[in-house]
């Protein structure tokens, strides 16, 4: 079992930063793949970004490429997500999830555990 608390989240003017935490507790969180989702009101859940376990491999959707940067801090068992340069088009709820099996992790079905997210809404 792995538990996942997301926090950070907010309200903030376009252009404006945001730093969003995952903290993990249970099984051990730092040996497994993690990713950020987003979900806005009446769309699926999408893939924002994706970590290794070792930090060293990243991925972005083309949306936030360049704006959004993720990392993790293993020795806390913490996933962050570093959100710069924010569009009304960002508003969403974001959930952090583990990826126990370590495969593409585009998927949604490819997480396992999800915290209960966090809303973060970009004002015009």
């Known amino acids: 079992q792995v538990q996942l608390v997301e926090s950070g989240g907010g309200l903030v003017q376009a252009g404006g930063s945001l730093r969003l935490s995952c903290a993990a507790s249970?099984?051990?969180?730092?040996?497994?793949?993690m990713g950020w989702f987003r979900q806005a009101p009446g769309k699926e859940r999408e893939l924002v970004s994706r970590i290794s376990r070792s930090g060293t491999i990243t991925y972005y959707a083309d949306s936030v490429k360049g704006r959004f940067t993720i990392s993790r801090d293993n020795a806390k068992n913490t996933v962050y997500l570093q959100m710069n340069s924010l569009k009304p088009e960002d508003t969403a709820v974001y959930y952090c999830a583990v990826d126990l099996l370590g495969g593409a992790g585009r998927r949604t079905s490819d997480y396992n555990y999800w915290g209960q997210g966090t809303q973060v809404t970009v004002s015009s």
């Open positions: 249970g099984r051990t969180a730092s040996s497994y793949a």
